[in-house]
């Protein structure tokens, strides 16, 4: 079901919406899908509709940095005795070749239906290229770009799960995948032949491409499993800092903090941003042992401190590599509060990893609340502002480039004048 069919609204202006970690409670002026001004509350612009949401808390429209469209809602067609990582790799390659365009597509669009009805306004997908499968995910992500254009911004990543080394076609239809209009260069040298040759490949095809890289590395609870440094390397030494991005990064977790810290500050160096998946990563982490559980997460809070941004992902929903559906980024920052024992003074971060600063591992401008941005905003059926990762609160209503859309019925929904 396609939800781009509701109603849409232009707004003029926006009226006692609650912004920020103090919870300022401002109105909003909005002209071409644009803020064009933010004032104390009282000042309400004159003339066209104008969205008075009664103190609820009011976000940048939330981000996706990291999901799986393709292999969403697929554990009705895998083994149920699926077992980690490399199972559900193996589990996942077995069943590509059935996908059509048509099975993509649904499945990609119940994720992206309830993605926009949670407020996410910005996503980064991963197609898998593959000699199985072919092209089929890229070509429905980049019809699914178009058809949903008007309700998310949707970033494809070119993305050879199965590594591109193993088998020259792959990088074959890499280059095709590039050539058809992917965004950004997808990596997984876990699951590749030689990670390291497998991180030059990503580099050099990103630098031919001339498009930022995406790369799933260091997922293990193993702390001398990790090839973070030669990403590191390879950014500085080819002038793609500010352009990379690192998923799951486990293993620094797993890390002493001296060797952590090192390698935290050299990302920041790089400006290497990092993509934490907290459902998945906590899902897969841990496996073989016995008692103490790993928790399975990067060291997000370390890292926003050294200054690197930090995305939360949902990533996988329904497969192997996730069995829940947990299509809400807030929900993620919500499972980071307790993953990671962030404190009340954290709380703002963690929201700032699924909204600006969210953005800024994909290398956007951060779109805070402010006169100039762009009117991409999601209303919260909240009236303070750590409820929303705290809570994980209902979304009221979603404003796409100042177009308003109910998303819920609520017992007071906004007035709209």
């Known amino acids: 079901m396609r939800a781009s069919a509701e109603p849409a609204r232009q707004l003029a202006g926006i009226a006692n919406a609650r912004v920020g970690p103090e919870g300022r409670l401002v109105d909003l ?27 609820r808390v009011v976000l940048p429209g939330l981000v996706d940095a990291h999901v799986h469209l393709d292999k969403a809602h697929i554990l009705d067609r895998l083994p149920p005795d699926v077992d980690g990582l490399p199972a559900a790799i193996r589990a996942t390659s077995a069943i590509k070749e059935t996908f059509t365009a048509e099975d993509v597509i649904a499945r990609s669009e119940r994720v992206l239906e309830s993605l926009v009805r949670r407020g996410v306004t910005t996503v980064r997908a991963h197609a898998e290229v593959e000699p199985g499968a072919g092209l089929v995910s890229v070509e429905t992500h980049l ?46 040298p876990y699951a590749d032949v030689d990670g390291t040759a497998a991180i030059d490949d990503g580099f050099a095809r990103a630098e031919q491409w001339d498009v930022p890289l995406d790369l799933h590395l260091d997922f293990s609870d193993d702390p001398a499993v990790h090839l973070v440094d030669d990403v590191v390397r390879a950014t500085v030494a080819r002038g793609f800092e500010g352009r990379v991005a690192v998923g799951h990064m486990t293993s620094l977790g797993a890390m002493a903090p001296q060797d ?74 919500w499972l980071t509060v307790l993953m990671t024992h962030a404190p009340a003074g954290r709380w703002a971060d963690l929201a700032g990893a699924v909204t600006t600063m969210a953005r800024r591992v994909l290398g956007r401008a951060p779109g805070d609340i ?30 796409r480039r100042g177009r308003w859309r109910a998303t819920a019925p609520v017992a007071a929904p906004p007035a709209l004048a």
């Open 143 to 188: 019809a699914l770009r178009e058809r949903w254009a008007d309700r998310v911004d949707l970033e494809i990543v070119a993305f050879a799960q199965e590594g591109v080394l193993r088998d020259r076609r792959t990088a074959e239809l890499m280059d095709e995948a590039m050539r058809l209009g992917c965004d950004v260069v997808g990596v997984c």
């Open 260 to 333: 952590a810290q090192r390698r935290i500050e050299a990302l920041a160096e790089a400006r290497v941003g990092v993509i934490a998946l907290p459902a998945t990563d906590l899902f897969l982490s841990g496996r073989g042992v016995d008692r103490a559980w790993p928790r399975g997460l990067t060291r997000v809070l370390e890292l926003i401190d050294a200054g690197v941004d930090v995305a939360l992902a949902t990533n996988n929903h329904g497969n192997a590599f996730t069995p829940v559906a947990a299509h809400d980024p807030l929900r993620m920052a």
């Open 29 to 55: 002026e909005l002209r071409d899908g644009t803020i064009t001004a933010v004032r104390d509350a009282g000042a309400q612009p004159a003339g066209g509709a104008v969205l008075d949401v009664a103190g």
């Open 370 to 399: 402010t006169t100039g941005a762009t009117a991409d905003l999601v209303v919260l059926e909240a009236g303070v502002p750590s409820d929303a990762v705290l809570v994980a609160p209902a979304t009221t209503g979603v404003i």
